[in-house]
């Protein structure tokens, strides 16, 4: 594996989240009946004139900022040829030489992978086959038209590991700037990945392959790893590598050759003559940096730094913009970020994960978990308490005070109160006495438990521990 050397660079499409198509007014969301969104333009029919979306130029800049890129303060839309059935038009309106941002890079890992460049383009259609029969495929053009948005890698990426982590970080970072919501089972974020493999001591580039049909990122990476071990096998056996793109059997775990160079596409682009080339004012970049506000980056260094939190809790914490806003929500009625991010990682994602709930859905305020965090803090409950509260009011988002109230949860702090359940436990457990004052110190935690137990979760460990540890004495 040393002798060898793997450059891959990745192609990504992202759906903007944006109200409207790319070049009309129909409206872009997902999941509509087939073909109920749609007009003459997206349906590509004769003497419809497309009109830009100047929100998905703003989302494109969005990223190219974020991305480190050049904005580019001129750029044309070009019409790219070929023919589909998902495609009315017969071409596709992209963009070729002027992109909207180029030449920037993303973090991963420490390393700046190179961004090419970010250009636009309108999606396609969907063909939809039926799959019993194969006797028919029909077209679903409510697709048609979506803003898209395609980011280029430079070759940089150097294995199929850090191919899935650089994945990992661009979604975090489109989604935290609210460009798209990246979710690749709906196909607002695809990727396509090349990848070539030479021996290192060899001057000359190796033979690049190109992958389709990815549709997860841990597919990309085993994509990736088997054409990486396929081609340094045929370099082993001093094959040629053919220069061709191969699709991804996820069953199979393969990929599979599709087409060779020889018959890739002449797109034949030339400029849209129905859109004039886009002028950006500067203006309009300076006021796009200043609603991008905080990084992913930026905010996970901030709160190691401001909460003295360990890079593991923040990378955690900063995943995903609505945790990280949930956690300093719920610090400004609770200024303790251990105990609250001990809850947020331990609890609280867990019951989101277990009821299949995005964080921004969650029916617990910042504020109701705050309010429970500093109730255990206080002694008020005890913190299986607290665990119990949480999980009932997880699908209601009841208040937990009154919560507490109602199924009269507050800690017993009565010394006599506590006293009289310890000596239930006492009579009943006998042994676990005997163990405890002949020199076996677990026993003591055994009884604790049954105290916590008995007391329906409304004893305080630490003071049933003290009080056990007298009276057995005594
Ligand atoms: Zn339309």
Redesign the pocket.
Known sequence: MDEFQTVIGLEVHVELLTDS?M????CAKFGAKPNT???????GLPGSLPVVNEKAIELAIRTGIALNCKINHEFVFVRKSYFYPDLPKNFQISQYRNPVAEDGYLTVDGKNIGIARIHLEEDTGKLVHDEQTGMWSAVDFNR??IPLMEIVTKPEISSPQEAENFLQKLKRLISYIGVSDCIMEEGSLRCDANISVKRKMDLKLGTKVELKNMNSFRSVRRALSYEEQRIIEMLKEDKTVEQETRLWNETLQITEGMRTKEEAHDYRYFPEPDLLPFKIEHDLIERIKVQIGELPDEREKRFQKEYLLSSYDTAILTAEKEIADYFEKALSLHNKPKQIANWIQTELLGLLKEHHIKPGDCKVSPESLARIVKMVDQGTISSAAGKTILKEIFLTGQDPEIFVKEKNLTQITDTAEIEKIILQVIQQNQKAVIDYKTGKPQALGFLVGQVIKQSKNKANPVQVKQLLQKMINE
């Open positions: 198509k070049f009309c007014g129909c969104q749609v007009c003459p333009v997206c349906l048609s038209g």
